[in-house]
């Protein structure tokens, strides 16, 4: 398995963006991802109850055999729009379709943007019939593709893997965005992943759910769960290669994982205004969802992050933060370690160096926070940001 900065294109897919005029700012906002013929394909998608028309759609569309693109837009969010926003999703399906000689329903659509505003329809339209025709595999489209999908990202997020085995070398890509309003629960985080691994849909799934659940939901910038979280992947040679089976598959699950990781770091040290990428460590619980619960109160806790962001070493903000998460641990079962230092042992403080330890918080954008537990053996590893006066600024700001 191996990475490479230089993007390597899967097999059987083509991609293109537009500036369709969604966004105010006139930036690029519409993104084709497109596939030479069927491919199989899965996604996971918000547990909020207020989920977008996409979602709706493509939930209703997955797991499928015979999936050929998937249109992107950004700057708006199509959520709460009733059903005037279903409508628009399937007239987007129906003009895509038509463009790329399908049916609508092999068409799966996402958005990303401000809530309860209705799509410009006319505007969606002319920029499907142009970005339909500058399809092309070369890399630097899947890049301006990426760009497309953004809102208050500062960066792209892109991931280029590959595996060789038995039955081949075969290529996963992938690309998200995300920087705000994260906290899924599959889950505003958008994340897109093509292969050309031969995998069909029953096993393409599993694989994903299993990804999601160790990446994009280990994730958090202020715990807020979007209405349009999506996460899918499509194969390309499902239909007309043997799918892959054993080691083959088992290495396509770690492939798929990875992805999902890098691509989920992305996000959290991506958080908007941030300037800490904080790393959360959670050991010794007795299953994973206690382990869970305490990174996530960590993580979401306004006072630990910022604290953090101040290069403040207030340990009592974050044990405070694990004792309400809901896990019913002894005080004296707890230890912490912020960068490596113990500043709390069994329930009682340690005599660390405080002015040594906020030293190294100012100096280092990274993070790395561990609570240890003595309950058992499961453990998770949970990411998040801090929280600046920059971040609460942008969201003040963001409809305005």
Request: net charge negative.
């Amino acid at each position: 398995m191996e990475s490479s900065q230089d993007l390597i294109i899967p097999r059987g897919f083509r991609a293109a963006a537009v500036k369709s005029g969604i966004k105010p700012s006139g930036g690029l906002d519409l993104a084709l991802l497109a596939a030479d013929g069927p491919c199989a394909a899965a996604g996971t998608f918000t547990t909020n109850r207020v989920c977008a028309a996409p979602v709706r759609w493509c939930r209703d569309h997955l797991p499928a055999d015979d999936i050929r693109a998937v249109v992107i837009n950004a700057g708006n969010a199509n959520a709460a729009t009733g059903a005037q926003g279903a409508a628009n999703v399937a007239r987007t399906a129906q003009v895509a379709g038509y463009f790329l000689a399908c049916r609508p329903g092999q068409i799966l659509v996402a958005s990303t943007g401000v809530i309860g505003h209705q799509l410009p329809m006319d505007r969606l339209e002319e920029g499907l019939s142009q970005v339909s025709n500058q399809l092309s595999a070369d890399e630097s489209s899947f890049q301006t593709a990426a760009q497309a999908i953004l809102t208050t990202d500062t960066r792209a997020k892109v991931v280029s893997l590959q595996h060789q085995g038995e039955s081949g070398t075969f290529t996963l890509f992938g690309m998200a965005k995300g920087a705000a309003m994260i906290g899924p629960r599959m889950a505003t985080m958008l994340a897109f992943l093509l292969t050309d691994a031969p995998v069909w849909p029953n096993d393409l799934q599993p694989i994903l759910s299993e990804a999601v659940e160790n990446s994009f939901n280990c994730i958090s910038v202020e715990g807020h769960t979007s209405t349009n979280d999506t996460v899918l992947i499509l194969s390309s040679t499902a239909a007309t290669e043997p799918v892959l089976r054993g080691d083959d598959l088992t290495a396509f699950a770690a492939l798929v994982r990875s992805a999902c990781e890098a691509l989920a770091r992305m996000m959290a040290a991506d958080g908007e205004g941030s300037t800490h990428f904080i790393t959360i460590d959670v050991e010794g619980c007795e299953t994973r969802e206690e382990a869970r619960s305490i990174a996530r109160a960590v993580a979401d806790s306004p006072l630990v992050k910022t604290a953090i962001h101040g290069a403040d070493p207030n340990w009592g903000r974050i044990v405070s933060a694990a004792g309400y998460a809901g896990v019913p641990f002894a005080e004296e079962e707890l230890s912490l370690w912020i960068n490596g230092v113990a500043v709390y042992q069994a329930g009682v403080p340690t005599d660390f160096h405080a002015p040594a330890l906020a030293a190294t918080l100012r100096a280092n954008r990274d993070v790395d926070l561990r609570l240890l537990l003595s309950r058992g053996d499961a453990r998770i590893r949970f990411w998040t940001c801090d929280l600046t006066a920059e971040y609460v600024r942008l969201n003040a700001d963001y409809t305005t």
